[in-house]
T-cell receptor
Framework: NAGVTQTPKFQVLKTGQSMTLQCAQDMNHEYMSWYRQDPGMGLRLIHYSVGAGITDQGEVPNGYNVSRSTTEDFPLRLLSAAPSQTSVYFC????????????FGPGTRLTVT | TQLLEQSPQFLSIQEGENLTVYCNSSSVFSSLQWYRQEPGEGPVLLVTVVTGGEVKKLKRLTFQFGDARKDSSLHITAAQPGDTGLYLCAGEFWSGGSNYKLTFGKGTLLTVNP
C-alpha cells in the first residue's frame, strides 16, 4: 500500500513550457485534491475531484487543468508555465468528506525560470 | 471565504519548554484538523476535533476545540527537538449539498533547540 504518490519530485521549467504533474493513490479514495504551498501563504486549493469524471475549481485554479478518468489518478497540467507558478505542489486524497483525514503525497517542487 | 488565522507564525524554543499554538476564525467549522509537516514531506494528520469544547490528548500534545467551534489550540508540554516542524490547522465547513471543503491556516513553524 503506497498511499499517495507524486512524480516528479523536482522539476525545472522555462516560461511558456507545459507539463503534467502526476498523482496516484491506491486507497480507493473518491476525493482527491491539488494544493500549492508557498512561503507565508499556507496550502491553497487549486482543483479537486469528488469522483471519476467529476472535477471542480478551488481557490487558485488559473493556469492549471485537471482531469479524473479513473479513481486512482488525478494529474495536474500546467498549460503555459509562468514564474508565478514556482511552488511546491501537493496531491491529497480522502476516503470521504466531513471529518475524514486527508492523506498527502510527498510533493513536487517546481521552479519556473 | 472561510479564513483561519494561526499564531504565532514562527516559534523558537528550548527543549523542555511548553508552548501553545492558536488557530482562530470568525466562521464556524464542522471539524478542525491539525497536521504536522516536516521539511520535504507532505502534511500528516495529528488529530481531528469535532465537538465544541472537545479536548484530545496525544502523548505530550493537547488539542482543544473552542465551544463555538470557531477556534482551536495546540499545547505541547516539555517540547523535544523531534517536535520541530510546521504545524497546520485546517477547518472543514459545509459548502452546499453534500460538499464539505477544507481550508488551511498558514501554519506555525516550530523549532525546538536541544
Amino acid at each position: 500500500n503506497a498511499g499517495v504518490t507524486q512524480t516528479p519530485k523536482f522539476q525545472v521549467l522555462k516560461t511558456g513550457q507545459s507539463m503534467t504533474l502526476q498523482c496516484a493513490q491506491d486507497m480507493n479514495h473518491e476525493y482527491m485534491s491539488w494544493y500549492r504551498q508557498d512561503p507565508g501563504m499556507g496550502l491553497r486549493l487549486i482543483h479537486y475531484s469528488v469522483g471519476a469524471g467529476i472535477t471542480d475549481q478551488g481557490e487558485v485554479p488559473n493556469g492549471y487543468n485537471v482531469s479524473r478518468s479513473t479513481t486512482e489518478d488525478f494529474p495536474l497540467r500546467l498549460l503555459s508555465a509562468a514564474p508565478s507558478q514556482t511552488s511546491v505542489y501537493f496531491c491529497a486524497s480522502r476516503p470521504g468528506l466531513a471529518f475524514y483525514e486527508q492523506y498527502f503525497g510527498p510533493g513536487t517542487r517546481l521552479t519556473v525560470t | 471565504t472561510q479564513l483561519l488565522e494561526q499564531s504565532p507564525q514562527f516559534l523558537s524554543i528550548q527543549e523542555g519548554e511548553n508552548l501553545t499554538v492558536y488557530c482562530n476564525s470568525s466562521s464556524v467549522f464542522s471539524s478542525l484538523q491539525w497536521y504536522r509537516q516536516e521539511p520535504g514531506e507532505g502534511p500528516v494528520l495529528l488529530v481531528t476535533v469535532v465537538t465544541g469544547g472537545e479536548v484530545k490528548k496525544l502523548k505530550r500534545l493537547t488539542f482543544q476545540f473552542g465551544d463555538a467551534r470557531k477556534d482551536s489550540s495546540l499545547h505541547i508540554t516539555a517540547a523535544q527537538p523531534g517536535d520541530t516542524g510546521l504545524y497546520l490547522c485546517a477547518g472543514e465547513f459545509w459548502s452546499g449539498g453534500s460538499n464539505y471543503k477544507l481550508t488551511f491556516g498558514k501554519g506555525t513553524l516550530l523549532t525546538v533547540n536541544p
